[in-house]
């Protein structure tokens, strides 16, 4: 259905941990891409504690596109499933980069990993993509322009507010290359600006909320267990409720590309 790509200014707004939040959150199945160029594999160290089947990742799918793999099946051999609490979907993760500088060797690559994500988003599976900070290495314009939803991660601090304005140039870059919504993830608003104040500033929506709860977030940043209550707590229901947000999101914006295709049909065929 959809490529969710998500990325920050930096200052640790915890970009890494609301991606993984947002994946075992999310309604339909998901695989989660940690496409970071500075890796840190905070996933595999912290949420899976070292406990990860060995796998090539990213640079992986690349070698495999290289050889002429098809991209999807390559894309699943890659695949780490997530321990959830639901059931009914599958959630999924495919590592990041080795080391750094690794992110330079991907070129083309791109192109064909996220014609696969269109593929897995017409057999009903999602990709939501963990894209780092913006900075010199700038994210792949392949997958910038096929995204739906783009969510620029920031805490709600002056400090990380200021980072944010001193990419403005790179934020306008990525609307003008897009045909998705490009939108704020704020996480702890009102310490001290609100939501609505930080989206009037910078011009831009704001596709939903994360509270901040250090204790709680480390059940997902550090693997740290998870009490009986946790998932019924205000961060794991605020995690919850941006999912819903982002997912109402992406529905509505497919009804109405569903329509104005159906509308140019019906045109076509009158003038005919």
Not at 15 to 35: E, F, K, N
Not at 45 to 52: C, E, I, P, Q, Y
Request: charged share 20%.
């Amino acid at each position: 259905m959809a490529i969710v790509l998500l990325t920050s200014s930096g200052g640790a707004p915890g970009l890494t941990t609301t991606a993984l939040g947002l994946a075992l959150s999310w309604p339909r199945d998901v695989i989660l891409i940690d496409a970071d160029p500075c890796p840190g594999h905070a996933i595999e160290s912290g949420f899976l504690a070292g406990r990860v089947p060995p796998r090539a990742g990213l640079i992986g799918l690349a070698a495999a596109c290289r050889d002429g793999a098809d991209p999807v099946q390559a894309m699943w051999a890659e695949t780490i499933p997530l321990p959830h609490d639901d059931d009914d979907t599958m959630v999924g993760f495919i590592s990041g980069y080795g080391h750094l500088g690794q992110a330079s060797l991907m070129g083309p690559a791109w192109t064909s990993l996220v014609s696969a994500m269109i593929d897995l988003g017409q057999a009903g599976v999602d990709v939501i993509v963990d894209g780092g900070r913006l900075g010199p290495e700038s994210l792949p314009e392949s997958l910038i322009s096929r995204s739906s939803l783009i969510g620029i991660v920031t805490r709600s601090r002056l400090r990380q507010l200021a980072g944010l304005s001193m990419r403005s140039n790179e934020i306008e870059a990525i609307s003008s290359a897009t045909t998705g919504t490009v939108g704020l993830i704020v996480v702890g608003p009102g310490h001290p600006y609100s939501s609505r104040e930080i989206g009037r500033q910078f011009g831009l929506p704001v596709l939903g909320e994360v509270t901040r709860d250090g204790q709680a977030a480390a059940v997902l940043s550090d693997g740290d267990p998870a009490g009986k209550r946790w998932c019924r707590g205000r961060y794991a229901t605020s995690v919850k409720a941006l999912a819903e947000a982002m997912d109402l999101k992406l529905r509505r914006s497919n009804e109405t590309i569903n329509a104005v295709q159906d509308a140019t049909s019906l045109s076509v065929e009158v003038e005919r």
